[in-house]
């Protein structure tokens, strides 16, 4: 476990091997769909694959958004437009938004596809690679939008190790891509809000730390949440509220102590899950701070 959870970094070998796989994969595609963490959208993006893929028409799928605060998730939207992106939120279990999606796909490269009209190519499928963070739900929309014909799901980092192409139909075809992280986390705070979406193995976590630090996050972003939902009254120590949380809950060890992991195991999982409400971490960039 590392010393200190504002210190997290993994960075498996197998994920320099992806990165090298992908810059070599780019030259063959017409389009990035990278997807997103609908309550980390800027945490989750990759710098290295935006300044790999920055001359490729991007689509930000915005994913988990049934997760999120709903109250910023189209100003998230508005904010990837500006940046020059095609952007969508998205709940990648259900089909609801696949019929928008590849309407992008086609706005995204129509001036390839006019192109390759001029000089007579008909019928060449648009190659798209899906790319983004372990566990923000690739190979869950890949499923969804081929309708379960394509590749591997886990709730584990990692899952999809090798490059897979999936036919979607005669207009697209989709490179799945194995989710990479990158070697440093400019600032700390990326590291823990990635930790707690399981995009980081918890195995080299410290999960009580963790959970004292989303604790911290949602008492100055949502201080209401865990107040109401584990009946806690105290507002500023983060390390009493985990004991009441623990208490609350019931657990308890032999001797009539508190549970101090077993009660962070469940605030962490239940964040997870959703069952705190829809929750934001990030804020957006000079605009509205969720507070």
């Not at 009660?263 to 929750?279: T, V």
Request: hydrophobic share 40%; glycine share 6%; charged share 30%.
């Amino acid at each position: 476990m590392p010393e200190n959870i504002n210190n997290i970094n993994w960075y498996p070998g197998h994920m320099t091997k992806a990165k090298r796989l992908m810059t070599e994969e780019l030259k063959l595609v017409d389009l990035i769909i990278e997807l997103v963490d609908a309550r980390a959208p800027l945490s989750t993006r990759n710098p290295d694959l935006i300044n790999m893929a920055s001359n490729k028409s991007r689509i930000i799928l915005l994913n988990k958004a049934d997760l999120s605060d709903k109250r910023f998730l189209n100003d998230w939207i508005k904010y990837f437009k500006n940046e020059g992106s095609f952007a969508i939120g998205l709940d990648s279990r259900t089909g609801k938004s696949m019929a928008e999606i590849r309407q992008l796909v086609n706005e995204a490269c129509a001036e390839k596809i006019e192109r390759y009209r001029k000089r007579g190519i008909k019928n060449r499928p648009i190659r798209a690679m899906v790319a983004g963070i372990p566990n923000v739900g690739k190979s869950t929309f890949i499923n969804t939008l081929t309708k379960n014909k394509g590749a591997k799901t886990g709730n584990k980092p990692g899952v999809t190790r090798g490059k897979q192409w999936i036919r979607v139909d005669k207009d697209i075809d989709l490179l799945d891509t194995p989710g990479i992280l990158w070697p440093k986390f400019s600032d700390e705070k990326i590291g823990i809000k990635l930790a707690l979406i399981g995009s980081i193995n918890d195995d080299i976590l410290n999960m009580e730390d963790l959970a004292y630090e989303l604790i911290k996050i949602l008492f100055a972003k949502y201080p209401e949440v865990i107040k109401e939902r584990y009946e806690v009254s105290e507002s500023e120590d983060p390390y009493k509220a985990l004991e009441e949380i623990a208490i609350n809950r019931k657990c308890i060890k032999k001797g009539n102590t508190a549970d101090i992991a077993k009660a962070a195991d469940l605030l962490i999982d239940e964040f997870r899950s959703g069952k705190l409400g829809y929750i934001t971490l990030d804020n957006i960039p000079g605009g509205i701070e969720n507070e």
